[in-house]
């Protein structure tokens, strides 16, 4: 059974820092695409960053030069690095695994605080 748990979640000031992790157990998961998620109230759940299995990445433009995504294969973890938080950064992320089937995890709260 897959299984994707995120921490690293809290809150913290505008122009602070964060760093969330995704561990995954149940599967290997060097050779599939991660990817962070996040989801706001009333609104969509959005792709903020994503990385294939070959280290190639990609940004949402609101995060881009603020955020960083890396993994670590032989951790079974992806990261996601957060700098210069704004509170419009403020929501509920996701990590996501795989392009099909999918596996989501149960959310990590971020906060930041104007």
């Known amino acids: 059974q897959v299984q994707l748990v995120e921490s690293g979640g809290g809150l913290v000031q505008a122009g602070g820092s964060l760093r969330l992790s995704c561990a995954a157990s149940?599967?290997?998961?060097?050779?599939?695409?991660m990817a962070w998620y996040r989801q706001s109230p009333g609104k969509q759940r959005e792709l903020v960053a994503g990385?294939?299995?070959?280290?190639?990445?990609n940004y949402a433009d609101s995060v881009k030069g603020r955020f960083t995504i890396a993994r670590d294969n032989t951790k079974r973890t992806v990261y996601l690095q957060m700098n210069s938080l704004k509170p419009e950064d403020t929501a509920v992320y996701y990590c996501?695994?795989?392009?099909?089937?999918?596996?989501w995890g149960q959310g990590t709260q971020v906060t930041v605080s104007s």
């Open positions: 149940g599967t290997s998961s060097g050779g599939n695409a």
């Open positions: 996501k695994l795989g392009s099909g089937p999918i596996y």
């Open positions: 990385i294939t299995s070959g280290g190639s990445t």
